[in-house]
T-cell receptor, first 114, second 115 residues
Framework: DAGVIQSPRHEVTEMGQEVTLRCKPISGHDYLFWYRQTMMRGLELLIYFNNNVPIDDSGMPEDRFSAKMPNASFSTLKIQPSEPRDSAVYFC????????????FGPGTRLTVT | GENVEQHPSTLSVQEGDSAVIKCTYSDSASNYFPWYKQELGKRPQLIIDIRSNVGEKKDQRIAVTLNKTAKHFSLHITETQPEDSAVYFCAASRGIYNQGGKLIFGQGTELSVKP
C-alpha cells in the first residue's frame, strides 16, 4: 500500500484566497483524521470521520474551515478565506477501527499564507 | 479539557547514554498511549505504544512504562545513537471505540544525540 497520500505537499497563497487540501487514506481504513501542526500549538486534531461521516469537528478553529469526505478514499480540508495565521503543516491520518488504534500519518501539506 | 503534559521540551545526551521523556495525562478514561518520532520536515511515525492493561513494553532499545494510578507514562531510549535525534511526541486516547481514537498530543521533546 502507498500509505496515506496528501496533496499538495506545499501550498503558498495570498491572504483571502481559498485553499483546498486533499487526502487519500489507506485503502480499507474507516477512520480519517485531520491534524494541524504549528510551533505555538503543537499537533492538534481538527476533525475526524468514521465511515465518511464527520464525528467530531470541535477542533476546527472557525467557520472559515470546512472538511468533507465524499467517499471512503478521499477527503478535503478547505480554508476560505485564508489568513496568515493559518500557516501550518496539515496532516491527514487514517486507521482501521477493527485492527487497533495506530494512526498512520500522511506526509503533510505545508501551507504558507502571505 | 483533556491535556497531555510532556517534559523536557529539549534533551541533549551523548551517544551511548540513555534518554528519558515523561508525560502526564489528565483524562482518566485514556487507555492507549502511543509515542511518535518526527524528523525534521517529515511525518510523525509511531515508534512504540502501550495500552492501559500493560505496565511496560520494550522493543529493542526503546521501552515505555505506564503508571495508571499516577496518570503518567515515560519513554526510555537506551544506547542512544545520532539517528535517534528528532522530536518525540507522546499522546493519549480513549481508544478507537471511544471518541474514535482521538489523540491528544504532548508538546514534544527535541532530542539531540551528540556523537
Amino acid at each position: 500500500d502507498a500509505g496515506v497520500i496528501q496533496s499538495p505537499r506545499h501550498e503558498v497563497t495570498e491572504m483571502g484566497q481559498e485553499v483546498t487540501l486533499r487526502c487519500k487514506p489507506i485503502s480499507g481504513h474507516d477512520y480519517l483524521f485531520w491534524y494541524r501542526q504549528t510551533m505555538m500549538r503543537g499537533l492538534e486534531l481538527l476533525i475526524y470521520f468514521n465511515n465518511n461521516v464527520p464525528i467530531d469537528d470541535s477542533g476546527m478553529p472557525e467557520d472559515r474551515f470546512s472538511a468533507k469526505m465524499p467517499n471512503a478514499s478521499f477527503s478535503t480540508l478547505k480554508i476560505q478565506p485564508s489568513e496568515p495565521r493559518d500557516s501550518a503543516v496539515y496532516f491527514c491520518a487514517s486507521t482501521h477501527g477493527g485492527t487497533g488504534d495506530e494512526q498512520y500519518f500522511g506526509p503533510g501539506t505545508r501551507l504558507t499564507v502571505t | 479539557g483533556e491535556n497531555v503534559e510532556q517534559h523536557p521540551s529539549t534533551l541533549s545526551v551523548q551517544e551511548g547514554d540513555s534518554a528519558v521523556i515523561k508525560c502526564t495525562y489528565s483524562d482518566s478514561a485514556s487507555n492507549y498511549f502511543p509515542w511518535y518520532k518526527q524528523e525534521l520536515g517529515k511525518r510523525p511515525q509511531l515508534i512504540i505504544d502501550i495500552r492501559s492493561n500493560v505496565g511496560e513494553k520494550k522493543d529493542q532499545r526503546i521501552a515505555v512504562t505506564l503508571n495508571k494510578t499516577a496518570k503518567h507514562f515515560s519513554l526510555h531510549i537506551t544506547e542512544t545513537q545520532p539517528e535517534d535525534s528528532a522530536v518525540y511526541f507522546c499522546a493519549a486516547s480513549r481508544g478507537i471505540y471511544n471518541q474514535g481514537g482521538k489523540l491528544i498530543f504532548g508538546q514534544g521533546t527535541e532530542l539531540s544525540v551528540k556523537p
